[in-house]
């Protein structure tokens, strides 16, 4: 059965960091595509970074060059470094497998002061 378990959310300041994990159950981590997606109240959920199983990284404009997306396929984890938040960064944040409906439960990121 495959499963995915977000943790790492929580509130911080405006500025703050925090790092985001995803570990993956019941599927062949090293052989696919992940990505983090993220949905504010009322708005659509979002791609924010994906990283393809040779590690190729991508963002949305919005975060670059702060949230950083990697990988240990030996703990089958994806995981998301996010610097210098912002107020708009406020989101339950999910991990997906690229190409299959799987979805973690999200975890909640607020950053407000």
């Known amino acids: 059965q495959v499963q995915l378990v977000e943790s790492g959310g929580g509130l911080v300041q405006p500025g703050g960091s925090l790092r985001l994990s995803c570990a993956a159950h019941?599927?062949?981590?090293?052989?696919?595509?992940m990505a983090w997606y993220r949905q504010a109240p009322g708005k659509e959920r979002e791609l924010v970074a994906t990283?393809?199983?040779?590690?190729?990284?991508k963002y949305v404009d919005s975060v670059k060059g702060r949230f950083t997306i990697s990988r240990d396929n030996a703990k089958n984890t994806v995981y998301m470094q996010m610097n210098s938040l912002k107020s708009e960064d406020t989101a339950v944040y999910y991990c997906?497998?690229?190409?299959?409906?799987?979805w973690g439960q999200g975890t909640q990121v607020t950053v407000s002061s």
């Open positions: 997906h497998i690229e190409g299959l409906s799987y």
């Open positions: 019941g599927i062949i981590f090293s052989f696919y595509d």
């Open positions: 990283i393809t199983n040779g590690a190729t990284t």
